[in-house]
């Protein structure tokens, strides 16, 4: 019968994940996405280079730029403490529906927010709908072209303070050139690239950590 890759994905976690133990949910997909089937997914190499940039941070406030099925939303809010909280945008409905059945199942419901829309939208609703006041955490790992006009975004928003960290993932393939020209130059930054693997496979790619310094 017919189905799309998101719902494969689901469906691999409710087959073989543990419901509440976020790991083997992210075991599942992984496994799945190796396999089975590529997927956008941040992927096992690049999530311990996001994994370690949470657990260091211990971030109470975190945006994350595009869910997907909720891998990488997992991974971040497993790691949070006891009242952080994680917002995470997609605009794609079905991929929503997929990330919150995901995200349920590894029962970090009560740590995430999914909301679902643009970008470009939500960010300057972010304060009066959420109430938050900055973010220490940004994960960007949506449309390529929409890192720096939304980082740009964020900034004119005020949802970024001294020491806020940017993570943005595919800074190198497929690449986000206008981007890693604006952190890697702008007096605002302190940029620093993280050298890894596309996801599931042996191309390179990298994350780029960028401390904004206000
Ligand atoms: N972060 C996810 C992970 O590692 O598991 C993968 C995210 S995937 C690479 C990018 C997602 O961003 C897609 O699901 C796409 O629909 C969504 N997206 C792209 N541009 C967006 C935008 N401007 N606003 C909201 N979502 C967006
Ligand atoms: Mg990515």
């Given at each position: 019968?017919?189905?799309?890759?998101?719902?494969?994905?689901?469906?691999?976690?409710?087959?073989?994940a543990?419901?509440?133990?976020p790991?083997?949910?992210?075991?599942?997909?992984?496994?799945?996405?190796?396999?089975?089937?590529w997927?956008?997914n941040?992927?096992?190499?690049?999530?311990?280079i996001?994994?370690?940039?949470v657990?260091e941070?211990?971030p109470?406030?975190?945006?994350?730029?595009?869910?997907?099925?909720?891998?990488?939303?997992?991974?971040?809010?497993s790691?949070?403490p006891?009242?952080?909280k994680l917002?995470?945008?997609?605009?794609?409905p079905?991929f929503?529906?997929?990330?919150r059945?995901?995200?349920?199942w590894?029962?970090?419901q009560?740590?995430?927010q999914?909301?679902e829309g643009?970008?470009?939208?939500w960010i300057?609703?972010?304060k009066e709908?959420?109430?938050?006041?900055?973010?220490d955490l940004?994960?960007?790992?949506?449309?390529?072209?929409?890192?720096?006009?939304?980082?740009?975004l964020?900034?004119?928003?005020?949802?970024?303070?001294?020491g806020?960290?940017?993570?943005?993932?595919?800074?190198?393939?497929?690449?986000?050139?206008?981007y890693?020209?604006?952190v890697?130059?702008?007096?605002?930054?302190?940029?620093?690239?993280f050298?890894?693997?596309?996801?599931?496979?042996k191309a390179?790619?990298?994350?780029?950590?960028s401390?904004?310094?206000?």
């Open positions: 019968t017919w189905s799309t890759r998101p719902q494969r994905i689901l469906r691999a976690v409710q087959q073989s543990t419901r509440g133990d790991r083997s949910v992210v075991r599942a997909i992984d496994q799945f996405c190796r396999h089975k089937e997927a956008m941040v992927g096992d190499e690049k999530g311990c996001l994994d370690s940039v657990s941070l211990n109470s406030t975190v945006l994350e730029l595009g869910t997907y099925c909720g891998y990488s939303t997992v991974r971040i809010a790691l949070l006891p009242h952080a917002i995470t945008l997609e605009f794609n079905d929503a529906a997929v990330a059945q995901v995200i349920a590894a029962g970090l009560g740590k995430v999914l909301v643009a970008s470009g939208d300057p609703k972010m709908q959420f109430g938050v006041k900055t973010f940004v994960f960007l790992d949506h449309w390529k072209d929409r890192y720096l006009p939304d980082t740009k964020m900034e004119e928003c005020g949802l970024l303070r001294k806020s960290i940017l993570l943005a993932d595919n800074v190198i393939c497929p690449g986000t050139p206008d890693l020209e604006y890697r130059n702008s007096p605002r930054y302190k940029s620093q690239y050298k890894s693997h596309l996801e599931y496979t390179e790619d990298g994350l780029e950590k401390v904004f310094l206000g």
